[in-house]
């Protein structure tokens, strides 16, 4: 057997494990439809770039607050929070963005044009155009400051959870091959990402079905490469850049971060705080990435009195004097 012929047969047989693996390991083997969909709790919307699953709740007449996710678990990871605001009154809207959750995977590239655009075409559609309060967590506190920067006269104020506050390496240049790349990386990582996700929590225990919810979302096609295009989209921001925007807006802002976050280190905070000097700084005890959730007796008294007093505030800002 001549060399050439014998690289052919290694290469080929090479080939096709990686395609045999592949299609054991890739999770996504169903297609995100109506049928589908109509398992899902809350509601849908067509908006321009794909159908958005979302969900409001609260007393209509309440003061309205949207949540942002972070950066691949969906809208669910707000039903605490979502609980105690619409209990205190709140008018709470949240949504999964493309690519997670029950939302459409469109096939374009995750930057945060496309998130910007999703929440700004979701607000209009629900007839929001007044000012309304924006919470980010994660990777939604870049969304939220983008949304916040770009468009501040609907923003009466902002509150990031633990937010990304550095553009993230991009992928290693293996999954980033034509072809290759993507296979890798659903081979690769994709499956190993609901386990992950218990290392957002100080005490994962308290989260049993954690990682099986998560999950549910995996199946569907299109999940991995809406991630992996977004890592690619992140990891080109000036993440300083649209904190700084924010800062220059003068919009209230809340920042709140897990002192024992292993996503995003609360050292940290001092990029943002920088780009926001007038942020509102709340270090949480024995809490990781999600402290609205781990220490939501703490945070949630927070959140609260932070939006009633910002809407004291714009309320008194446009009140009209008294002739």
Do not use: C
């Amino acid at each position: 057997m001549t060399v050439g012929r014998a690289s052919r047969l290694i290469i080929a047989v090479v080939v096709a494990a990686l395609v045999v693996t592949y299609r054991s390991r890739n999770p996504e083997r169903l297609t995100l439809d109506d049928a589908e969909r109509q398992r899902a709790p809350g509601q849908f919307m067509q908006l321009g770039d794909g159908m958005t699953h979302y969900s409001v709740s609260g007393p209509e007449d309440g003061q309205r607050v949207v949540l942002v996710h972070g950066f691949s678990v969906p809208f669910y990871i707000w039903d605490s929070t979502t609980t105690a605001l619409t209990a205190a009154g709140f008018r709470v809207a949240r949504y999964d963005t493309f690519g997670r959750g029950f939302s459409d995977r469109p096939d374009v590239p995750y930057t945060l044009d496309l998130f910007d655009r999703q929440l700004q075409q979701l607000l209009d559609s629900l007839g929001w155009r007044e000012p309304v309060d924006v919470v980010g967590l994660s990777m939604g506190g870049v969304v939220s400051g983008t949304f916040a920067g770009r468009h501040a006269e609907r923003v009466r104020s902002l509150v990031l959870v633990d937010p990304v506050a550095a553009a993230p390496e991009p992928a290693p240049a293996m999954f980033r091959f034509p072809l290759f790349g993507p296979m890798l990386w659903q081979t690769l990582v994709v499956p190993t990402m609901a386990d992950g996700q218990l290392s957002d929590f100080v005490e994962p225990a308290r989260w049993p079905d954690w990682t099986a919810r998560y999950r549910d979302q995996m199946q569907y096609r299109g999940f991995g490469r809406a991630l992996r295009s977004s890592l690619t989209g992140l990891s080109t921001v000036a993440v300083d850049s649209v904190y700084g925007r924010v800062g220059s807006s003068g919009i209230p802002v809340l920042l709140i971060w897990g002192k024992e976050d292993k996503t995003v280190p609360i050292e940290q905070a001092e990029i943002v705080r920088r780009a926001i000097p007038i942020a509102q700084y709340h270090p949480i005890d024995s809490a990781g990435h999600l402290p609205h959730m781990e220490r939501g007796e703490v945070v949630n008294p927070l959140l609260i009195d932070f939006l009633r007093s910002a809407h004291r505030k714009d309320s008194t800002a446009t009140a009209t004097p008294a002739s």
